[in-house]
């Protein structure tokens, strides 16, 4: 069997949002994927569903822990019998939705760790894979995509500490596309501009918001927009794009 490219998704969670529907998608149009996130269990149980597609648990989104999963990755598929990674996805964050003044020291340092230290590591041991790449047949060396919020372009009464890494997320993202898509790696944006339809959110929510595609989005639509930005050629890349449900009012 041939080597299938792979694609590492960060921040999976307890897989029941678009980490874990991004996985399927990629996996589907033949991608092996790493899973990372803290829920060890929940990771498992994902992999198990999946055709080539492994586990790798992280104690926290430290700096350290980035750079060690990556090491895990290398160990599962050496780089030596071909194994190329050309997808990723960056999806985790730390988000505290507090007033300002209620916001602790250790919160703001937690936000800072997460939604921007981890992501520099993470985006590091990517582009330093990516440039290892030959160009594949619609000339790129690879994708990189980070998953955005309303809270990047938009901060609001309680979103200092979200919007602040968000935003430092975003100004992350497009430095990378402009210094790298010279070398033909692609890096992408997408704001998320709504609420998912993950676990968490199903419970906050009632049956008839779960049930209406029209004001959430689904986690499946999101992940396939995820595919096409890998799937776009050279010649036509999309930095940013932002995805809403039909009735958004906000
Ligand atoms: C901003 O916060 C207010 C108060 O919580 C909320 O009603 C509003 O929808 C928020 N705006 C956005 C764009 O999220
Ligand atoms: C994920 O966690 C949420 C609670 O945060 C829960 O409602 C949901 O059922 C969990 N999903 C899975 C697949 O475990």
Redesign the pocket.
């Known amino acids: 069997m041939g080597n299938k490219p792979i694609f590492i998704v960060a921040g999976v969670g307890n897989a029941s949002g678009t980490g874990a529907a991004a996985a399927k998608v990629f996996a589907q149009a033949g991608y092996r994927t790493a899973l990372i996130a803290r829920d060890a269990t929940a990771l498992e149980k994902l992999a198990s569903q999946l055709t080539d597609a492994h586990a790798f648990p992280i104690k926290d989104y430290s700096v350290q822990s980035i750079h060690d999963v990556f090491a895990a990755i290398r160990k599962q598929w050496p780089e030596d019998q071909g194994h190329e990674i050309r997808a990723a996805l960056w999806n985790t964050g730390a988000a505290v939705w507090k007033p300002f003044l209620e916001i602790t020291d250790e919160e703001v340092k937690e936000g800072l760790d997460i939604n921007i230290a981890a992501a520099f590591a993470f985006s590091r041991n990517i582009i330093l894979e990516f440039k290892k790449n030959s160009l594949n047949e619609i000339g790129k060396r690879g994708t990189l995509i980070f998953t955005g919020a309303?809270a990047s372009i938009?901060g609001?009464?309680?979103t200092s500490s979200f919007a602040a890494g968000k935003f430092g997320l975003r100004a992350l993202s497009q430095s990378l596309a402009k210094e790298f898509g010279k070398q033909n790696i692609h890096v992408a944006h997408a704001i998320i501009d709504g609420v998912i339809l993950t676990g968490r959110q199903r419970d906050r929510h009632d049956e008839d918001w779960a049930k209406n595609a029209d004001v959430r989005l689904d986690p499946e639509s999101i992940a396939k927009s995820y595919l096409f930005l890998a799937n776009q050629d050279r010649s036509a890349l999309t930095w940013e794009l932002d995805l809403r449900p039909a009735h958004e009012k906000?």
């Open positions: 309303t938009r609001n009464v309680t906000w």
